[in-house]
């Protein structure tokens, strides 16, 4: 499990990257699909692994206040502590757990929906990439070198 965690993490911080040369107007712009704009998208996808994970570790969920991050600052540090927080509990991950249920679901279905979450969202970032003339950030895990 760990490293698609850290797989997901490194796409993360390597869009957080891509949105550095995106106008305040591109980064806020209404768009299709996703959450409808970078900045939407990029908290809901911190928002939603941080809520399943902490509820996995037996701590309340917490959602954030999407008007609370507006800046790339705020949702690259939003993004930083959250994983901050799971990571300790991801990188100490048992096959063990894998069955382990929380509200009716399996611990690894939950650790499994939180990355796949986030690899729907992150297509959706490549959408509005190419729309603006970009080229997105690979999520091409084989020429990463990961395995």
Same mark, same amino acid.
């Given at each position: 499990?760990?490293?698609?965690?850290?797989?997901?993490?490194?796409?993360?911080?390597?869009?957080?990257?891509?949105?550095?040369?995106?106008?305040?107007?591109?980064?806020?712009?209404?768009?299709?699909?996703?959450?409808?704009?970078?900045?939407?998208?990029?908290?809901?996808?911190?928002?939603?692994?941080?809520?399943?994970?902490?509820?996995?570790?037996?701590?309340?969920?917490?959602?954030?206040?999407?008007?609370?991050?507006?800046?790339?600052?705020?949702?690259?540090?939003?993004?930083?502590?959250? /994983?901050? +927080? #799971?990571?300790?509990?991801? %990188?100490?991950?048992?096959?063990?757990? @894998?069955?382990?249920?929380?509200?009716?679901? !399996?611990?690894?279905?939950?650790?499994?929906?939180?990355? /796949?979450? +986030? #690899?729907?969202?992150?297509? %959706?970032?490549?959408?509005?990439?190419? @729309?603006?003339?970009?080229?997105?950030?690979? !999520?091409?895990?084989?020429?990463?070198?990961?395995?």
């Amino acid at each position: 499990m760990q490293k698609w965690f850290e797989y997901n993490w490194l796409v993360r911080e390597e869009w957080l990257d891509w949105c550095e040369e995106l106008s305040e107007e591109e980064w806020q712009k209404q768009r299709v699909g996703g959450h409808q704009s970078f900045v939407k998208t990029l908290i809901h996808i911190v928002d939603v692994e941080h809520a399943w994970i902490r509820g996995l570790m037996g701590d309340p969920e917490q959602h954030y206040d999407y008007e609370a991050y507006r800046s790339l600052a705020d949702v690259r540090r939003l993004s930083a502590e959250a /994983a901050a +927080e #799971i990571r300790p509990f991801v %990188q100490s991950w048992t096959d063990e757990w @894998e069955e382990k249920s929380m509200h009716g679901f !399996a611990y690894g279905d939950v650790m499994r929906h939180a990355i /796949a979450h +986030e #690899i729907h969202h992150i297509g %959706q970032l490549s959408v509005w990439a190419r @729309e603006l003339g970009r080229k997105p950030i690979t !999520a091409n895990l084989i020429l990463r070198g990961s395995r």
